[in-house]
């Protein structure tokens, strides 16, 4: 993909539990799940401890961008979730800068992630484990398409 920087990329669920991460190879063709974190209110040094581990993960694998889904209402505008979302992302980019932030419309995803997390027989106590993670990958997959499709 010309005029794409390869790099590591983090795909980003903001919930109000949960963080759902995904990661994508350096080429920017596949998201696979990364880890779920639980929402955190304690902090170290003021940071939540949420961001801070997000913050380790972008040095660890130094992204050249984070892509966080935004929950944008059905008609195209922004509810509380999204409110919620664009804080916490402006938080975590004052933590990782200048590692620039992706804000992308994920009206859908935790629909579609746990709806193909079903298909595949995972449900119930199992789903709610892994549909953070599943959603965050629906976030970075379909980015990193709109990427390609761009080139």
């Known amino acids: 993909m010309s005029g794409f920087q390869r790099g590591v990329r983090l795909g980003v669920d ?3 539990v949960r963080v759902g991460v995904a990661i994508c190879d350096p ?10 974190l639980p929402r955190d209110v304690a902090t170290i040094d003021g940071i939540p401890t949420d961001i801070s581990e997000l913050a380790r993960l ?4 130094e992204t050249p961008e984070v892509v966080v ?12 979730a999204a409110v919620s979302v664009r804080a916490y992302a402006d938080k975590l980019a004052e ?4 590692v620039p932030i992706r804000l992308v419309d994920e ?3 935790t629909v579609v992630a746990s709806r193909r997390l079903s298909e595949r027989g995972v449900r119930g106590r199992r789903q709610r484990a892994v549909v953070d993670q599943a959603a965050a990958v629906e ?5 990193l398409d709109a990427q390609r499709r761009r080139m």
């Open 58 to 61: 972008v040095a660890l694998h």
């Open 69 to 80: 889904g935004l929950p944008v209402t059905l008609s195209g505008g922004n509810g509380p």
């Open 107 to 109: 009206r859908m995803s």
């Open 14 to 16: 903001v919930g109000q």
């Open 139 to 143: 976030i970075l997959q379909s980015w």
């Open 95 to 98: 933590v990782i800068a200048p």
């Open 27 to 36: 080429d920017g063709i596949l998201a696979t799940p990364l880890v779920t």
